[in-house]
């Protein structure tokens, strides 16, 4: 079920993205439309472009042709010239959770989480430090401020490197397997803050291959393969009929014995 009203401008609008790294096409015309509040999961193969996608939405990455526009704004055409304002632009839109999380390992976890609000935003520090024990609380991690991240547990510290992308106050946050890196039993304790993000209305766009995540989550699943959005449709659809031979083919290697079927 959708939350969105599909009558508003939608918060991002990709359309025919293209990449190329050397002789290596890694997108191949990408279409992606995110309306507020929606969940969209991107599932596929290793090199499919996953990640390549995530960091053009992010401004990380200049495609070389297709446009992106925000909140019905003017579009950037990467086939033209972009400014570096367009991509500050894109990338002030966002905030993105990677793998591994990419803490400053001499800063504490407080340090950590207000080196984005009040460094590069500017906003004044006790407001920064404020905002980040409330968020901090919220993932179940207030005693942990004054701690360093290699005192923390890999769950733990992907929870900081979310709290880190929200004290941003993105409107959009975007996770690239946020959980493949975690030893089995941490993965539930991040999906489970990913999953509370998404219910309260977050925008976001996941690559994972939890498949119970994106079943619960997800308004939308995009399978990719070789640089295309191979199909997509709400989660009931792409994993109980799947129309593409393709997507059936990936379903069933990632399919686990504890996803059923
Ligand atoms: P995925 O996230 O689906 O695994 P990626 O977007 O990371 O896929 O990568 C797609 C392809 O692009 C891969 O073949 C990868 O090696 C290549 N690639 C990604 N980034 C770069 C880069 N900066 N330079 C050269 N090749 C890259
Ligand atoms: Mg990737």
Redesign the pocket.
Same mark, same amino acid.
């Given at each position: 079920m959708s939350r969105t009203d599909p009558s508003d401008a939608p918060l991002l609008a990709a359309t025919q993205l293209h990449k190329r790294? *050397?002789a290596?096409e %890694?997108l191949r015309g990408i279409d992606l439309t995110l309306h507020r509040g929606e969940v969209v999961v991107l599932i *596929?193969? @290793? *090199? @499919? *472009?996953? !990640? !390549?996608?995530l960091r053009s939405l992010n401004g990380l990455e200049t495609p070389d042709a297709g446009t992106i526009a925000v909140d019905g704004g003017p579009e950037i055409d990467f086939a033209g010239r972009v400014s570096s304002q367009q991509r500050f632009a894109l990338r002030d839109r966002s905030a993105m959770v990677f793998q591994h999380h990419n803490l400053f390992p001499h800063f504490t976890v407080l340090e950590n989480v207000i080196e984005g609000p009040w460094r590069v935003q500017g906003r004044p520090k006790g407001e920064a430090i404020d905002a980040a024990r409330l968020l901090l609380d919220r993932v179940g991690l207030a005693d942990k401020e004054n701690a360093r991240p290699h005192q923390l547990s890999g769950g733990q510290q992907q929870r900081v490197g979310i709290v880190r992308a929200l004290a941003l106050r993105p409107d959009l946050l975007l996770f690239?397997e946020p959980t493949s890196a975690l030893d089995p039993e941490l993965v539930g304790e991040v999906l489970l803050v990913i999953k509370e993000l998404a219910d309260e209305g977050w925008s976001m766009v996941v %690559?994972t291959h939890e498949l119970s995540f994106a079943r619960e989550a997800a308004d939308r699943v995009l399978f990719?393969d070789g640089g295309v959005v191979v199909e997509q449709g709400p989660p009931a659809q792409l994993f109980g009929a799947p129309q593409h031979e393709r997507t059936q083919k990936f379903l069933t290697r990632i399919l686990r014995p504890l996803d059923g079927t």
């Open positions: 790294f *050397g290596n %890694v *596929g193969p @290793s *090199g @499919s *472009g996953k !990640t !390549t996608v690239d %690559v990719m």
